[in-house]
């Protein structure tokens, strides 16, 4: 029964982080006033494009969806070691909140950019170890995702743990989301307005032109 609440919760959440990214980058923005109708209720649409965004993430598809199921799977595990510290993941003891808390999104979201820079710095952009650091959207959403399915799945099953502390700590999982869902959009944008600037200077600069003296 609780592991087919997980699969439940997990695809619920799943497709709540990608409808609120959506919302969250098109209300957020400060240059539109107008919306039109498609993009606020045309779920048909926004669903799927959505559900593929938090794989791909402005980087590889296919790197997208295996650290995403990779960070899911090492976030099952990492719930499970709650019980190494006390009862059951889903006993109402301080250890099993600790490890459905955001304590560890949050080190996916501040870690994951400091290793690449100190790992990923070694090794050229195609090469695979580069791509798989760079993923951090997939990596906080698989993570995200299984602590939100797995302690609203023990909750429903058990009842034993605390559900305001599950809605806390899942408005903050949610948000953080949220918070790196916008930073890493916004530095993707300067990276191509960077981009482009430079290029617009080059093909300004005529280099078959001869030089005046």
Do not use: C
């Not at 598809?61 to 510290?85: A, D, P």
């Not at 058990?158 to 408005?171: A, C, T």
């Amino acid at each position: 029964m609780e592991f087919l609440l997980f699969i439940l919760f997990f695809l619920f959440f799943y497709f709540l982080l990608g409808l609120l990214s959506h919302y969250y980058i098109l209300f957020s923005d400060t240059d539109r006033t107008n919306f039109q109708r498609n993009e606020l209720l045309d779920f048909a649409h926004i669903l799927p494009k959505q559900a593929i965004a938090v794989f791909e993430a402005h980087g590889n598809l296919q790197y997208g969806i295996l650290v995403f199921f990779g960070m899911s799977f090492f976030s099952f595990l990492w719930i499970l070691l709650g019980g190494l510290f006390g009862s059951s993941h889903y006993a109402d003891e301080p250890a099993p909140y600790i490890f459905h808390s955001v304590l560890l999104p949050a080190i996916i979201s501040f870690g994951m950019p400091v290793l690449k820079n100190y790992i990923g710095s070694g090794f050229s952009k195609s090469h695979p170890t580069y791509k798989i650091l760079s993923q951090e959207i997939p990596a906080l959403a698989g993570s995200s995702v299984t602590l939100l399915a797995s302690a609203f799945s023990s909750y429903g099953t058990y009842h034993e743990m605390m559900f305001f502390i599950i809605f806390i700590n899942s408005v903050l999982i949610i948000g953080l989301y949220l918070f790196k869902e916008k930073q890493v959009r916004q530095r993707h944008q300067f990276n191509e307005d960077d981009y482009s600037e430079v290029t617009d200077e080059n093909e300004d600069y005529n280099f078959d032109e001869e030089p005046r003296y």
